[in-house]
């Protein structure tokens, strides 16, 4: 009986250390773009060939936004991951050791305020995303440039950059409003190693509730304190659960 209680102790300890590397899944969240449903790459960019629901033909290039706080699995926030459209890059985040079961999938588009901190993000500052000490500091949400035919249909620049709200009317006192935002996709069950597209649809950045007049609203729009609460009001419809696989 002695020889055998070690035995059975090691089997029991082989045969639980198997069954949880076993449901040790991998979950990768893949961040795509579309246009109303059209699928859009970096290949599309410098081509007019979208339409805005106010009517103007734009055409983009540069895209990349900022999301933090991914809450797939308890204790796994204050992360952020900037994704580069342009560049084909950071759209890929991988999830390591999640177990089956339902999950709240959220994020932030941006940072909290709390975690807005100027300086404070060595890959943000050396990929110049930050914002002047003289608009509130911290760092951008998105930058989203390209051009638009205006009303005598020439090209016109856009910069469509969103940060947090800044009233300056008192240079020496500025008024900061947090305009970030929670996206909740709802609670997904992961059975196995999974891949979970998070769907962006560029057209909802000029619609719903706000329609986007390109030849009012093009550039200079960081310190306008309350496009950035319209960009921001915007922003609550552009992201989708995509496909699950398997």
Request: charge should be negative; charged fraction near 20%; hydrophobic fraction near 35%.
């Amino acid at each position: 009986m002695k020889k055998l209680v070690p035995f059975l102790l090691a089997t029991l300890f082989l045969f639980f250390s198997c069954s949880k590397n076993e449901e040790n899944l991998t979950v990768t969240l893949n961040f795509t773009q579309n246009w109303n449903g059209v699928p859009l790459t970096n290949q599309d960019f410098n081509t007019f060939k979208f339409t805005t629901a106010n009517g103007e033909n734009i055409s983009i290039e540069r895209l990349r936004y900022l999301i933090s706080n991914i809450s797939l699995v308890e204790e796994s926030e204050n992360n952020h991951f900037l994704i580069d459209v342009g560049e084909n890059s950071g759209n890929l985040i991988t999830i390591s050791d999640v177990y089956p079961g339902n999950y709240k999938l959220k994020f932030t588009f941006g940072l909290t305020d709390l975690e807005n901190t100027d300086g404070s993000y060595p890959d943000l500052n050396s990929a110049n995303f930050n914002v002047p000490g003289m608009l509130g500091g911290g760092y951008h949400y998105m930058q989203f440039d390209g051009k638009y035919k205006d009303t005598n249909n020439l090209d016109a620049n856009f910069n469509y950059h969103v940060i947090r709200a800044v009233d300056r009317t008192e240079p020496m006192n500025l008024k900061l409003e947090d305009t970030s935002f929670t996206v909740d996709l709802g609670s997904i069950e992961i059975k196995n190693n999974a891949s979970i597209e998070i769907t962006m649809n560029i057209a909802e950045w000029f619609t719903n509730p706000n329609t986007w007049d390109l030849n009012t609203l093009n550039t200079v729009l960081m310190p306008n304190f309350e496009a950035q609460k319209q960009m921001s009001a915007n922003g609550k419809t552009v992201f989708r659960l995509g496909e699950i696989n398997p």
